[in-house]
């Protein structure tokens, strides 16, 4: 496996995240209680869309998403900067519990990527948490490091239309 980077020259048009987490649920057949039974697993999932793209755009796109050879390659990202959290970098203390944290706040809802976790995307959300959970200790986040994705699937396709403009989406998740 390699690890690819994303091209610079080719921006998405819209990235939408979402937040996964591995449970379990069972509903009694007898009394209808509902147990939930959480497995510990947790990950973002993104649907990125491109704008309209010329040729040149699009070779180097389409050789870029070739070249990942569907799900056996990864690639790293740069977070867009209106996602970014608002300082450089930091060191936070994450608590037994894996969401919660000691060492900054102030930055709900913005996203970073855990350097000491192999670049993975982590997300604000709340005052000291984070989804999805990392192991207690000390870590890393940056806001300039590439975060870490692997395509959902082998398939990736293209369309294009008489206006010679070229288009895709694809669906990705964090490479842990």
Same mark, same amino acid.
């Given at each position: 496996?390699a690890t690819l980077t994303h091209p610079t020259s080719v921006s998405p048009r819209s990235i939408s995240f979402t937040a996964k987490t591995q449970a379990t649920s069972f509903? %009694?057949?007898?009394?209808?209680?509902?147990? @939930?039974?959480?497995?510990?697993?947790?990950?973002?999932?993104?649907? $990125? !869309?491109?704008?309209?793209?010329?040729?040149?755009?699009?070779? =180097?796109? $389409?050789?870029?998403?070739?070249?990942?050879?569907?799900?056996?390659?990864?690639?790293?990202?740069?977070?867009?900067?209106?996602?970014?959290?608002?300082?450089? %970098?930091? !060191?936070?203390? @994450?608590?037994?519990?894996?969401? %919660?944290? !000691?060492?900054?706040?102030?930055?709900?809802?913005?996203?970073? @990527?855990? =350097? %000491?976790?192999?670049?993975?995307? @982590?997300?604000?959300?709340? =005052?000291?948490?984070?989804?999805?959970?990392?192991?207690?200790?000390?870590? !890393?986040?940056?806001?300039?490091?590439?975060?870490?994705?692997?395509l959902t699937s082998n398939d990736v396709s293209f369309e294009t239309s008489e206006t010679r403009l070229w288009g895709t989406s694809i669906t990705v998740r964090d490479s842990?």
């Amino acid at each position: 496996m390699a690890t690819l980077t994303h091209p610079t020259s080719v921006s998405p048009r819209s990235i939408s995240f979402t937040a996964k987490t591995q449970a379990t649920s069972f509903i %009694s057949p007898f009394g209808g209680q509902q147990q @939930v039974v959480k497995n510990g697993g947790q990950w973002f999932e993104a649907s $990125i !869309t491109y704008p309209p793209l010329f040729q040149e755009q699009a070779d =180097t796109l $389409i050789g870029f998403l070739n070249g990942l050879n569907g799900m056996v390659n990864d690639f790293t990202m740069t977070i867009p900067t209106h996602l970014r959290m608002n300082s450089g %970098s930091m !060191t936070i203390t @994450v608590n037994a519990d894996g969401n %919660s944290f !000691t060492g900054h706040s102030g930055q709900i809802g913005r996203f970073a @990527v855990a =350097t %000491s976790q192999g670049n993975r995307l @982590v997300q604000f959300t709340g =005052t000291g948490s984070l989804f999805p959970a990392l192991p207690a200790g000390n870590h !890393t986040l940056s806001n300039s490091a590439g975060a870490k994705f692997r395509l959902t699937s082998n398939d990736v396709s293209f369309e294009t239309s008489e206006t010679r403009l070229w288009g895709t989406s694809i669906t990705v998740r964090d490479s842990i």
